[in-house]
């Protein structure tokens, strides 16, 4: 059973275009982000979500919406979407507090 | 003061070697330290955690070092294999984790 599990694995899409990626976990997990993966593999928190509550909003474009509908379920939507927004988007989840987190295998956006 | 510093970027091992890979941090609220793993095309994986309270944790051929007084810690890897290569990531965390800039490790046999 995959634990924490995103969808698609590849996204390609052109300049301008909207797009969403989905999230699930089955760890029982309160808390969900969204991490950003650049090509330099620099691991970035973009948002968290706690029990369906936005905790953690890093300095992200608008562009970027997160939606929680559960403490399961962690989506990413982006609208109008950019060349530099090519990159690797992670989906991790753990228990609340220091605990370790869960990945899921990444979702690579492509921007043409 | 949210960054935390790692080094080397790359690093190559011969098979049974010991491979180290440091970093630092400046924010002294961070009270936790985990060490992730990432093989290509999967997600990081926890390898190993510390907390401030102690200077050293051992777990198999893997040992981090912790120097509270320095702000550094340093993850040790013994008789480095094959199949250890991959790319690590220190790790620090107060509210939030923080990720170092990552360390690739190729390991020749």
């Known amino acids: 059973d995959t634990a924490v599990s995103q969808t698609p694995k590849y996204l390609v899409t052109q300049m301008g275009n909207d797009k969403s990626i989905k999230c699930e976990q089955n760890?029982?997990?309160?808390?969900m982000y969204w991490y950003k993966q650049d090509s330099k593999k620099f691991l970035k928190i973009m948002f968290s979500?706690?029990?369906?509550?936005?905790?953690i909003n890093e300095t992200v474009p608008n562009r970027f919406s997160p939606k929680s509908p559960d403490k399961a379920h962690l989506n990413l939507h982006i609208n109008s979407l950019e060349l530099g927004d090519s990159a690797v988007y992670f989906c991790?989840?753990?228990?609340?507090?220091?605990?370790?987190?869960?990945f899921g295998n990444g979702t690579r956006l492509t921007v043409t | 003061q949210q960054q935390v510093k790692q080094s080397p970027q790359s690093l190559i091992v011969q098979k049974g070697g010991i491979s180290i890979i440091n970093c630092a941090y400046e924010?002294?609220?961070?009270?936790?330290f985990p060490w992730y793993q990432q093989f290509p095309g999967k997600g990081p994986a926890l390898l190993i955690a510390?907390?401030?309270?102690?200077s050293e944790k051992k777990e198999g051929r893997f040992t981090i070092s912790f120097n509270k007084s320095a702000k550094q810690f340093s993850l040790h890897i013994m008789d480095s294999q094959p199949g250890d290569s991959a790319t690590y990531f220190c790790?620090?965390?107060?509210?939030?984790?923080?990720f170092g800039t990552g360390t690739r490790l190729q390991v020749f046999p």
């Open positions: 991790a989840s753990s228990q609340a507090g220091n605990s370790p987190l869960h």
């Open positions: 760890l029982g997990h309160d808390t």
């Open positions: 979500y706690n029990n369906k509550e936005l905790i």
């Open positions: 924010n002294t609220a961070f009270d936790y």
């Open positions: 510390i907390r401030p309270d102690v």
């Open positions: 790790a620090a965390s107060s509210n939030k984790l923080i």
